[in-house]
């Protein structure tokens, strides 16, 4: 492999193969419950990554199907949960550790991801949150997409760059991981915005990365734009060398948590290549081996 996957990672850490879980546990989102907006992102569809948010089932039930159904098809025995939907901080502290101990009740769980929005923290949360490392790989996810703040505003997504910052800086100081989600092929993102990314997310020091492709959802304020014509979206063969263009500039040990996004059916309308996520893992290593490169080829460092 010419890049630091997550199954490898998992791997190193517990010697087996390791499956994340994802859950919905019911928490909203200040972009869209009128705290700051109430139209959410301009791509933002929950429903159409998390099956659980349509089928409204408790946490245990989502865990325990989650571990059966994974348990029979791939004979896996230790999971990580993601609580992945919507932000998964966004809630008081005492509703938050109620939630996250659900996780205690399953043996079979060894690690404990939490996706969220870098303003939805705050260092009681984080600290709160280190304490489940004593016994879990503890993992926080930022919703970041890209470190353009004029991007970030012409997406909706109501917070900074520095906002981020911020978010890393507290988490770090407790020791716990960081993974960013980026985005390729925003309105306007030009090759040299995202390449600006890449260096800037190398520079930070992030221990981990999820690619997602931009991608339109129905009932979402993308949809109308693509609709009416104002939105370009990647080729596949273009967004495959855009990934191997950031992940050459990211340092060896950042682990590549997601190499491409997919989206339900129900929910996509373009573009349809994002499905065949096996195809296009193939094309990215096939790239990097086209090219004689591999993650880390073009690292540089420099303040962020």
Same mark, same amino acid.
């Given at each position: 492999m010419r890049y630091y996957s997550y199954n490898r990672y998992l791997r190193e850490k517990f010697g087996e193969r390791v499956h994340r879980i994802s859950l919905d546990a019911g928490f909203s989102c200040p972009n869209i419950d009128g705290t700051l907006s109430d139209t959410g992102c301009i791509y933002c569809n929950n429903s159409a990554f998390s099956h659980f948010t349509k089928e409204k089932k408790d946490i245990r039930t989502q865990i325990k199907e989650s571990i059966r159904f994974y348990g029979q098809k791939m004979n896996v025995k230790r999971f990580i949960a993601y609580f992945q939907a919507f932000s998964s901080t966004y809630a008081d502290i005492d509703r938050l550790k109620?939630? @996250?101990d659900i996780i205690k009740e399953f043996p079979q769980i060894v690690g404990l991801s939490i996706s969220t929005r870098p303003d939805c923290v705050d260092e009681e949360k984080i600290a709160m949150i280190a304490d489940y490392a004593k016994e879990y790989l503890v993992w926080?996810?930022? !919703?970041?997409?890209?470190?353009?703040?004029?991007?970030?505003? %012409?997406?909706?997504?109501?917070?900074? @760059?520095?906002?981020?910052?911020?978010?890393?800086?507290?988490?770090?100081?407790?020791?716990?991981?960081? !993974?960013?989600? %980026?985005?390729?092929?925003?309105? !306007?993102?030009?090759?040299?915005? %995202?390449? !600006?990314?890449?260096?800037r997310i190398a520079s930070v020091g992030v221990d981990g990365i999820k690619f997602h492709v931009l991608h339109v959802l129905k009932n979402t304020a993308l949809e109308k734009w693509y609709q009416e014509g104002e939105v370009s979206l990647l080729t596949r063969d273009a967004y495959v060398g855009m990934v191997c263009d950031y992940v050459e500039r990211l340092p060896k040990e950042t682990v590549i948590l997601r190499l491409v996004s997919t989206a339900d059916k129900e929910c996509l309308i373009a573009p349809d290549w994002i499905n065949d996520r096996t195809s296009v893992m193939n094309a990215i290593n096939e790239e990097l081996d086209r090219r004689g490169s591999y993650q880390g080829a073009k690292c540089v460092t420099r303040n962020a």
């Amino acid at each position: 492999m010419r890049y630091y996957s997550y199954n490898r990672y998992l791997r190193e850490k517990f010697g087996e193969r390791v499956h994340r879980i994802s859950l919905d546990a019911g928490f909203s989102c200040p972009n869209i419950d009128g705290t700051l907006s109430d139209t959410g992102c301009i791509y933002c569809n929950n429903s159409a990554f998390s099956h659980f948010t349509k089928e409204k089932k408790d946490i245990r039930t989502q865990i325990k199907e989650s571990i059966r159904f994974y348990g029979q098809k791939m004979n896996v025995k230790r999971f990580i949960a993601y609580f992945q939907a919507f932000s998964s901080t966004y809630a008081d502290i005492d509703r938050l550790k109620e939630t @996250y101990d659900i996780i205690k009740e399953f043996p079979q769980i060894v690690g404990l991801s939490i996706s969220t929005r870098p303003d939805c923290v705050d260092e009681e949360k984080i600290a709160m949150i280190a304490d489940y490392a004593k016994e879990y790989l503890v993992w926080m996810e930022y !919703g970041l997409q890209t470190t353009h703040n004029r991007m970030l505003e %012409m997406i909706n997504r109501k917070h900074s @760059y520095e906002d981020f910052l911020s978010a890393f800086t507290i988490t770090k100081k407790y020791d716990i991981s960081v !993974g960013v989600h %980026m985005i390729i092929g925003l309105p !306007g993102h030009t090759r040299a915005d %995202m390449l !600006g990314d890449a260096e800037r997310i190398a520079s930070v020091g992030v221990d981990g990365i999820k690619f997602h492709v931009l991608h339109v959802l129905k009932n979402t304020a993308l949809e109308k734009w693509y609709q009416e014509g104002e939105v370009s979206l990647l080729t596949r063969d273009a967004y495959v060398g855009m990934v191997c263009d950031y992940v050459e500039r990211l340092p060896k040990e950042t682990v590549i948590l997601r190499l491409v996004s997919t989206a339900d059916k129900e929910c996509l309308i373009a573009p349809d290549w994002i499905n065949d996520r096996t195809s296009v893992m193939n094309a990215i290593n096939e790239e990097l081996d086209r090219r004689g490169s591999y993650q880390g080829a073009k690292c540089v460092t420099r303040n962020a």
